[in-house]
């Protein structure tokens, strides 16, 4: 049964999506201004001051015990610094299509660990949902008519950044019993940001020399993207994983490709076409049955009809 607080919950899923498919496009204009695994570093960084300002408003900063460090520092290298790190050299190997593609595996990656590593019982309807989802974001990603092509280097690394994101999801949920997810969150995000930095310095030597660079705009876009889609994003979404699970929190990444869509035509003046609507339509469709949202309902009406079904006889 989805009760009001997982409503709640589904509604800042959704909420965070948006900043995280505009982030994209703040993503793009950043990476034009500085070098990548620099500015990451950085963002991330700031993130976590953020994060860490919120949690000492709301009271909850503590310090981790012996056994939730362990599950720290393994989320930071899988959830950030992995992640962060194979995204931005696969996708200059790799083609959009491909690239895309890919990503949108995440909530399928997700659900398949949660089954065999939380035991998650994956119900039809909810299976459903998540190949409605990849449909989705097929007609998204194939809509300017390119095809998959080879499997490069480039497509193994992006589906390591993934695959990794994916893992740490189903560690969040493991030790979210003990430690809050949005205190976790905070620690992640300070420990990969100095773990990335220190990988910065070795593949990117100019990379603190382009941080003096950049217009007033596009200070303010770096600062938006920390604090919206990073610290109040990932504080979010690793509290709906600790709440609601890791397979259901997944399935609304599946939102991403068409909430940067929007954002690529409202701040970029990109088209949005016939078929990345209908990809959205799918992708919606897929929310509403792979988050179980659609269960209730259908219960519900079941109920309904046996009643009437015993006050006949």
């Not at 890919?102 to 399928?108: H, R, S, Y």
Request: glycine letters at 8%; aromatic letters at 14%; proline letters at 3%.
């Amino acid at each position: 049964m989805v009760n009001k607080h997982q409503y709640q919950i589904y509604i800042s899923l959704f909420v965070v999506m948006v900043f995280w498919g505009f982030n994209v496009i703040a993503t793009k204009l950043l990476v034009t201004s500085f070098m990548p695994v620099t500015m990451t570093a950085f963002r991330i960084f700031t993130a976590a001051v953020g994060v860490f300002i919120i949690l000492f408003c709301l009271k909850l900063v503590r310090k981790p015990t012996k056994k939730e460090w362990q599950y720290i520092i393994i989320c930071s290298l899988f959830n950030v610094v992995g992640h962060h790190y194979f995204l931005s050299i696969g996708l200059k190997e790799t083609s959009a299509s491909n690239g895309g593609l890919i990503l949108g595996t995440g909530p399928i990656l997700t659900t398949i660990l949660a089954f065999l590593f939380l035991r998650n019982k994956i119900t039809l309807l909810r299976f459903c949902g998540i190949i409605l989802g990849f449909i989705g974001i097929s007609f998204i990603v194939f809509q300017n008519g390119e095809s998959l092509k080879g499997i490069s280097l480039g497509d193994v690394h992006v589906f390591l950044s993934i695959f990794v994101q994916a893992v740490s999801f189903i560690m969040i949920k493991k030790v979210s019993s003990t430690l809050d997810p949005r205190l976790m969150t905070g620690y992640m995000l300070f420990i990969g940001s100095i773990l990335l930095f220190i990988i910065s310095l070795i593949v990117e030597p100019a990379g603190l020399e382009s941080m003096t660079e950049g217009s007033l705009s596009i200070w303010i876009v770096f600062f938006a993207s920390a604090f919206l889609a990073t610290s109040i994003g990932h504080m979010i979404y690793n509290y709906a994983v600790g709440k609601v699970g890791p397979a259901e929190s997944a399935v609304f990444i599946n939102l991403n490709p068409f909430f940067a869509l929007v954002g690529a035509s409202i701040f970029l003046g990109e088209v949005i076409t016939l078929p990345q609507m209908i990809g959205f339509i799918f992708i919606i469709c897929g929310v509403v049955l792979g988050s179980g949202g659609f269960e209730p309902i259908l219960r519900n009406q079941k109920r309904k009809k046996n009643r009437v079904v015993d006050y006949k006889c």
